[in-house]
């Protein structure tokens, strides 16, 4: 049933489950939309993007899968519905501060602490298909908006927007997919330093121990803003 569905789609042109007409019946069972994205982002929450399968959420909802395929097409589907869901769980409070740079920082720094909240996301949003769920799309709404207000326009809006939220997106990516032990920071740091001639700065700067993630954010888009203050000055 997932596979046809599948292929409908795909001869249509139109993947996002946001740009799908949603299904309405007076006869539409009792599990609802809401349900299934909060089961799903309990289910990924404990065991990754691999461990979601359809039979899997439809046992934590206690339904037979084919429920499911009343208001979603697919694993994709859901993925999308609870990527969405993490940044509406907590919405940036954006228009209290009477300077651009502080409105960016609080978007941003919002999105990030959702991704980590919820390691498994910070991935998704690099996949085939946009953000464009309405919670995300509220934070956008309001970098960009913020973004205009400074000054920013046509491809250098575009350009800022998306430094800034390529910065974000990695940076959090990076803390939730690094994985590594005391032992093997200790044995790679010795071996920088046993090659020394060859990775000097490497050697000299502790590489392997570097992992102040918060302030290298915070630092990074410091670093960012200060370079887009620039290109609005006279």
């Given at each position: 049933m997932g596979d046809e569905r599948k292929r409908q789609k795909?001869?249509?042109?139109v993947q996002s489950v946001?740009?799908?007409?949603?299904?309405?019946?007076?006869?539409?069972?009792?599990?609802?939309?809401?349900?299934?994205?909060?089961?799903?982002?309990?289910?990924?929450?404990?065991e990754g993007i691999e461990g979601l399968t359809m039979r899997r959420l439809a046992d934590r909802l206690a339904v037979v899968a084919p429920s499911l395929y009343w208001h979603v097409d697919t694993k994709d589907d859901v993925i999308e519905l609870a990527v969405d869901a993490i940044f509406g769980e907590?919405?940036?409070?954006?228009?209290?501060?009477s300077h651009w740079r502080d409105e960016v920082t609080e978007v941003l720094t919002v999105w990030r602490a959702a991704l980590l909240r919820h390691p498994w996301a910070a991935a998704v949003p690099a996949r085939q298909r946009p953000t464009i769920g309405p919670n995300f799309l509220t934070g956008m709404e309001a970098l960009q908006a913020t973004l205009v207000r400074?000054?920013?326009t046509g491809k250098g809006l575009s350009a800022a927007t998306w430094a800034l939220y390529n910065h974000v997106m990695g940076s959090a990516a990076s803390e939730s997919a690094l994985r590594i032990t005391d032992a093997e920071r200790r044995v790679g740091q010795e071996q920088l330093r046993a090659d020394h001639d060859r990775y000097p700065t490497l050697a000299a700067q502790g590489y392997l121990y570097d992992d102040d993630w918060d302030g290298s954010f915070t630092t990074g888009l410091d670093y960012l803003l200060e370079g887009l203050a620039a290109q609005l000055a006279p």
């Open positions: 795909g001869a249509g042109g946001w740009l799908r007409p949603r299904r309405t019946s007076r006869g539409e069972p009792p599990l609802t939309l809401v349900r299934i994205v909060e089961a799903a982002v309990a289910l990924l929450d404990e907590v919405p940036p409070k954006t228009g209290r501060s400074a000054g920013f």
